[in-house]
């Protein structure tokens, strides 16, 4: 990596305030393919802090089984379909997960039975106030520790953190008290509330659209704002239908292809935080020339993916068992940007210490 212009650094400081957000480096940088872009390095203050000893046994835990992992190739991997998981028996690291050491099943089975759908994200995000959809209604005391301090959950959270942050400043910037946001694969939507609430904090709102096909997580991020009773903010959760069971009108669902043919410069910010990452590359290239489009110049295009450098990217793969990722890297993201058009100059990649996801912003000009 070489820095060819102006490197921002910020000192050494306190231990951050949960939820904080805090530029480490920011530099105009090349990748190995010659692409320049933004790099930005980030703290993220996150509630597995609050127990840093407790954090590093588990970092050491997971990394021991990641060893393993990587020792023993053969092992099988946890498969997961239809709500039905299945642990290799031969897999010491997902047998450490999901159950006990007497053999009978940990309540993480009833957590991976919902991947690979948002719901199944919505307790690693809100912790204690999470999860009441699990049997007993909430995490149990062993469950709540992973939530709390393996990287994926760390990860996860900082990228929703960070996507939060970007949101109030892409607002600051653009001098737009009432912003229009397209979100596509937003499942629960548990990112897009807590950014609802980092803006009206700012004294903002925000107009969302939803472009999911799971009406079952759009169903629970439905109940998720009715409990938070936003003042300013709308939700657009697209098609709904009469539920004849209950009775009660409900989200449908719909493909994020619909988002295709919302007007052209009609949103301050397009994001899939959560989607692009089970997007296939000729997918991903559509979808960033298509809904680039969609963005008013000054507003962004935010997109996830999980990083191949990650930390402990086999227990994730092959013992948590999440399907259907692409991970990839800043060039590989960067090429991707490069096939669809668009100057990789307007790209921003931010990184949290965690090391699970980069946050890439396309800025539209």
Do not use: C
Request: aromatic residues 8%.
């Amino acid at each position: 990596m070489t820095v060819v212009d102006e490197q921002l650094k910020t000192p050494e400081s306190s231990p951050l305030r949960v939820g904080e957000v805090q530029v480490v480096t920011q530099e105009i940088a090349h990748d190995r393919k010659g692409h320049e872009y933004t790099l930005r390095r980030l703290k993220v203050g996150d509630e597995s802090d609050l127990n840093p000893h407790l954090r590093d046994i588990f970092r050491e835990e997971g990394n021991q089984l990641e060893q393993a992992l990587r020792h023993n190739p053969h092992w099988g991997s946890t498969e997961i379909k239809e709500g039905v998981v299945s642990v290799a028996t031969d897999n010491k690291a997902a047998h450490w997960l999901y159950y006990n050491p007497d053999g009978t099943p940990t309540q993480l089975l009833d957590w991976a039975a919902k991947f690979p759908t948002a719901i199944a994200l919505e307790p690693l995000q809100r912790l204690e106030q999470g999860g009441h959809w699990l049997p007993g209604g909430g995490p149990d005391d062993r469950s709540l520790e992973l939530y709390t301090y393996m990287s994926d959950a760390i990860g996860l959270r900082s990228r929703a953190r960070i996507y939060s942050k970007r949101l109030v400043e892409i607002a600051e910037e653009t001098h737009v008290s009432d912003m229009n946001i397209i979100s596509l694969g937003s499942g629960a939507s548990v990112p897009n509330i807590q950014a609802t609430q980092a803006l009206e904090k700012d004294n903002r709102s925000v107009h969302w659209k939803f472009f999911d096909f799971d009406p079952e997580a759009l169903k629970f991020a439905q109940k998720l704002v009715d409990e938070k009773g936003f003042d300013y903010s709308t939700f657009d959760y697209g098609p709904e239908w009469i539920n004849p069971k209950t009775g009660v009108v409900e989200p449908k669902g719909q493909n994020y292809l619909r988002a295709f043919g919302e007007q052209d410069e009609s949103a301050d910010v397009v994001d899939a935080l959560g989607l692009w990452e089970y997007l296939k590359p000729n997918e991903a290239i559509r979808f960033a020339q298509t809904l680039i489009k969609k963005v008013k110049p000054g507003g962004s295009l935010i997109v996830s993916n999980m990083l191949p450098s990650r930390p402990q990217r086999e227990l994730n793969q092959r013992a948590v068992g999440w399907p259907g990722l692409y991970l990839r890297s800043d060039t590989d993201l960067l090429d991707i940007v490069k096939a669809a058009g668009i100057d990789t100059k307007q790209v921003t990649m931010s990184h949290a210490e965690d090391g699970v996801y980069v946050v890439m912003e396309i800025k539209k000009q």
